[in-house]
């Protein structure tokens, strides 16, 4: 799985705090972690971008719950099998966790389990 995050931080610690307090759901899930990046958002002044990629042991229900707690709202993309999740703070959802704009999740074909069926 890729995750990319936009959220609004000041510096580079910022911004992990808050990926951080993000991903606190599953991090005891990850198996592997690789890639991680943190740069600011060429477009905003006030925002960063971080990217990683994992390989996670996870059930359905408690990556729903990971899901849930950055947003009620998550946009699905593929064809023809989803495979990409997006939540936005412009989208109709009336939850997005604080300081986050966007959240691009990116599934492996082993992963796609894991995607809520709408």
Not at 79 to 86: A, Q, V
Not at 91 to 96: A, Q, R
Request: with cysteine; glycine share 2%; charged share 30%.
């Amino acid at each position: 799985m890729f995750m990319r995050f936009f959220l609004y931080a000041e510096n580079d610690n910022d911004a992990m705090y808050v990926y951080e307090d993000c991903i606190k759901h599953i991090v005891d899930y990850i198996v592997e972690r690789d890639g991680l990046k943190v740069k600011p958002y060429w477009k905003f002044s006030d925002m960063y971008v971080i990217e990683e990629s994992f390989k996670v042991k996870i059930d359905r229900d408690k990556y729903q719950s990971f899901l849930k707690s950055i947003s009620d709202c998550w946009v699905q993309f593929g064809y023809p099998e989803i495979n990409e999740l997006l939540a936005s703070e412009t989208d109709l959802g009336k939850y997005m966790k604080n300081n986050l704009s966007m959240v691009n999740l990116f599934f492996e074909d082993e992963e796609l389990h894991l995607i809520p069926k709408m």
